[in-house]
């Protein structure tokens, strides 16, 4: 446990997703800019999140999505709809997504990081 009452970290390794789905993050051979969209992958990282969560006791689960008005892709919005397919996909009753950076920015992040480090 660290000292601000956070469990470890935990990584899953869902590489095999980046060899699945090619995108300009998961594929060399692409613009990482203007080929970055990787369909899924919120979808992925809240659902393996939801089932890391509920094998520990826990009620939530966060992402890192950014401000709507910022947003580049289409999977970066409509969280309600995705916390009512988590709720199903795990047989919680209720699970809360967070998202904690909603209304930041890029910039906003890196400020923040910056001022935290």
Not at 44 to 55: H, I, K, R
Not at 86 to 103: E, G, M, Y
Request: net charge positive; with cysteine; glycine share 8%.
């Amino acid at each position: 446990m660290r000292k601000n009452r956070l469990p470890d970290v935990a990584v899953a390794n869902i590489a095999g997703f980046g060899l699945l789905i090619r995108s300009g993050l998961t594929d060399r051979k692409l613009h990482v800019v203007e080929d970055a969209f990787t369909p899924g992958r919120n979808l992925l990282f809240l659902l393996m999140g939801a089932a890391y969560g509920y094998e520990r006791g826990s009620n939530a689960v966060a992402i890192g999505l950014l401000s709507e008005k910022t947003s580049l892709f289409p999977d970066q919005t409509g969280i309600s709809s995705l916390a009512q397919s988590l709720c199903f996909l795990s047989a919680w009753n209720q699970i809360k997504v967070l998202t904690p950076l909603r209304d930041f920015t890029k910039h906003d992040v890196v400020r923040l990081a910056t001022i935290e480090s």
